[in-house]
């Protein structure tokens, strides 16, 4: 018998053991397999099935704060196949139901043919200083309850650049217009199917007016006076850190961990 590692997920937690690892399984034919080589397989956990022995359901979110970052991004990886799979049951041409590929991760029509691959959103992410050692933050109207501030993020729009959501996002959300937009790092963010693209850019014109809908209070904040700002290991606290002390924000290293 050829044990798997498993991600097993129940919504948006994972069973792990004490030690927050991963279990060992019986792989069975439902079952995802995520990338080549060591067996490793995704499966969610049913309703009904209860929580094995020794095992711990975890929230992914904590998880980004207990493990590395190639451990994060396969479990993001396996929860994302799996959302994916679950809403492609049937084709979106046709409307017939759709089959497993056996070697890519697609499903197929057996009808049409048509492929249904998974779609990654991709989401600017700015972080907009002014002068030496002023940082813009912003409130999201959406989480009354909190007070931590954040940097300005949306979805690309079809046919725009990364450089034109960036100035859109900012513009529609704070009013502000930018300058020197430069590229500085990725993270997949599986919640649900996100990639977040980070840009650092500097204030060019404008007072901040804000978006009401979506932004509740935004300022810049200089460098030694922050408010709450969002918790290490997501790529806005990285970003946040790399304007204020230089610190690298790269998808090659483990700066954000
Ligand atoms: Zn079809």
Request: hydrophobic share 40%; aromatic share 8%.
């Amino acid at each position: 018998m050829t044990l798997s590692l498993a991600y097993i997920f129940k919504q948006q937690q994972l069973l792990v053991d004490e030690h927050y690892q991963l279990p060992q399984v019986e792989s069975v034919a439902s079952d995802l397999y995520i990338g080549t080589g060591d067996q490793v397989i995704a499966r969610d956990l049913l309703d009904e099935e209860p929580i094995p022995e020794g095992l711990q359901l975890i929230p992914i979110r904590q998880l980004l704060q207990l493990w590395n970052i190639k451990q994060f991004e396969q479990a993001s990886r396996a929860i994302q196949l799996l959302e994916w799979r679950r809403n492609h049951k049937f084709c979106s041409h046709c409307g017939q139901k759709t089959e497993v590929h056996t070697r890519e991760y697609a499903m197929v029509c057996p009808a049409c043919g048509y492929h249904q691959y998974p779609r990654v959103n991709p989401c600017v992410i700015t972080v907009i200083t002014r002068g030496q050692d002023e940082v813009l933050l912003a409130k999201s109207a959406r989480n009354k309850n909190s007070e931590m501030y954040g940097l300005i993020a949306g979805f690309i729009e079809v046919g725009e650049t990364l450089e034109d959501a960036v100035r859109r996002e900012t513009l529609e959300e704070v009013g502000l217009k930018l300058k020197n937009i430069q590229y500085l790092a990725s993270q997949p963010w599986p919640f649900p199917s996100n990639l977040m693209i980070a840009f650092k850019a500097e204030y060019a014109s404008g007072d901040i007016e804000l978006q009401v809908d979506e932004i509740s209070e935004a300022a810049f904040f200089k460098f030694d006076q922050l408010p709450e700002i969002p918790f290490k290991g997501s790529i806005a606290h990285a970003m946040i850190m790399h304007v204020i002390q230089g610190t690298v924000v790269a998808d090659d290293t483990q700066a954000w961990l």
